[in-house]
């Protein structure tokens, strides 16, 4: 039963629409609040962020949540400001399927690292949520999605605090899975 369950969400993700990733795109705080829960790309990421930092262990359990929002503030700002950064939904999508791929292999990737890569790819989240804002209530919008963020890293650590190395190194396979397929669709 717990296999089940183990797959049961990563294995509905496969099945999430584009169309339906990111709907509404209404303005301030509600906006923002919901928007990361409504993209499988998003919430993916976010939730791999904790669990990664808690399989790494260390100063990596709060060094690469906090990477991610800095720089996903950084890249909110910067898209805000106009300035453009190529191939966004493509990273953000890769960084699902990164994620994914360093929990599924259990690389015991360097703290520093690992935030490099982690805030690179929270940079381009950030100038994706840049784009989604609507023109009032651009602030509580960039709240709303942080304080999102910040949970689904929470709920991540939680997961990998809960879970086995091997339930972890399957959630991260699933989610490279799903990572691919929302690329694919």
Do not use: C, N
Not at 78 to 85: E, F, N, S, T, W
Not at 115 to 130: D, K, R, W
């Amino acid at each position: 039963m717990k296999i089940v369950r183990a797959f049961s969400a990563p294995a509905l993700l496969l099945f999430a629409s584009p169309a339906w990733a990111h709907p509404g795109h209404e303005q301030g705080v509600l906006a923002g609040l919901a928007h990361p829960w409504t993209g499988a790309d998003h919430l993916l990421a976010m939730v791999m962020v904790g669990m990664l930092g808690v399989a790494r262990g260390g100063r990596a359990v709060w060094a690469w949540p906090i990477a991610f929002l800095g720089a996903m503030i950084a890249g909110f700002a910067i898209g805000r400001g106009g300035v453009a950064l190529p191939l966004v939904e493509p990273m953000v999508l890769a960084s699902v399927i990164m994620f994914g791929l360093v929990a599924a292999t259990a690389i015991r990737v360097p703290v520093v690292a690992g935030a490099a890569m982690i805030a690179l790819f929270g940079l381009y989240h950030g100038h994706a949520h840049a784009a989604e804002a609507g023109s009032a209530g651009v602030m509580g919008f960039a709240i709303g999605f942080l304080a999102s963020t910040a949970t689904l890293h929470l709920l991540g650590m939680a997961g990998g605090m809960a879970l086995r190395q091997d339930w972890r190194r399957a959630a991260g396979g699933a989610a490279a899975l799903a990572g691919i397929a929302l690329s694919l669709a």
